[in-house]
T-cell receptor
Framework: TQLLEQSPQFLSIQEGENLTVYCNSS?????LQWYRQEPGEGPVLLVT?????EVKKLKRLTFQFGDARKDSSLHITAAQTGDTGLYLC????????????FGQGTELSVKP | GAVVSQHPSRVICKSGTSVKIECRSL??????MFWYRQFPKKSLMLMAT?????????EQGVEKDKFLINHASLTLSTLTVTSAHPEDSSFYIC???????????FGSGTRLTVV
């Protein structure tokens, strides 16, 4: 069974601080995705990483895919209160109908 | 971009009744749809995968007689929670993929409250 272990599950920081969220697996994924979800809404795709060692940047967010494609990280620089939300990593299982499985999620709270 | 419409966004029903949730792909043909359940401050838990015209594949531990999934057309999938009980109260989210498209588009979710 392919699983995604996401950590930390809860994070409370002050505005301006940096943070990193990790997503790890013992299995290789063809790609990993990061989503952000607001309460009462569906998750919104932030980025998809496909190539081992890939680094993608989205403003203050930096996403990295491990060389072996078993792990990924999300780094936020100078967090803002607007970054508060639930961050989820997810990966597709193509030999099982392409279903997308999710990590446990990271509930981020950025305080002013 | 691809859009998935999920309806209703909120529903309150009495214990013992059934509730149907619809998931429509508005601008693409969804060959595969996925249904998730989410508890407060928790991640999305996959309930089932449905392919158009086929029976849904349920994840281990999900009661298929309780959560009926129909994917009769390339633009519509429905989840019916039968004989709902308070423990079925949750946030349900659908996701859709098109043929040859490896992207996943999510609906906005349905908050089900069973009283």
């Amino acid at each position: 069974t392919q699983l995604l272990e996401q950590s930390p599950q809860f994070l409370s920081i002050q505005e301006g601080e940096n943070l990193t969220v990790y997503c790890n697996s013992s299995s290789v994924f063809s790609s990993l995705q990061w989503y952000r979800q607001e309460p009462g809404e569906g998750p919104v795709l932030l980025v998809t990483v496909v190539t081992g060692g890939e680094v993608k940047k989205l403003k203050r967010l930096t996403f990295q895919f491990g060389d072996a494609r078993k792990d990924s990280s999300l780094h936020i620089t100078a967090a803002q209160t607007g970054d508060t939300g639930l961050y989820l990593c997810a990966g597709p299982i193509y030999n099982q109908g392409g279903k997308l499985i999710f990590g446990q999620g990271t509930e981020l709270s950025v305080k002013p | 971009g691809a859009v998935v419409s999920q309806h209703p966004s909120r529903v309150i029903c009495k214990s013992g009744t059934s509730v149907k949730i619809e998931c429509r792909s508005l601008d693409f043909q969804a060959t595969t749809m996925f249904w998730y359940r989410q508890f407060p401050k928790k991640s999305l838990m996959l309930m089932a995968t449905s392919n158009e015209g086929s029976k849904a594949t349920y994840e281990q531990g999900v009661e298929k007689d309780k959560f009926l999934i129909n994917h009769a057309s390339l633009t519509l999938s429905t989840l019916t929670v039968t004989s709902a009980h308070p423990e079925d109260s949750s946030f349900y989210i659908c996701s859709a993929r098109g043929l040859g498209n490896y992207g996943y588009t999510f609906g906005s979710g349905t908050r089900l409250t069973v009283v």
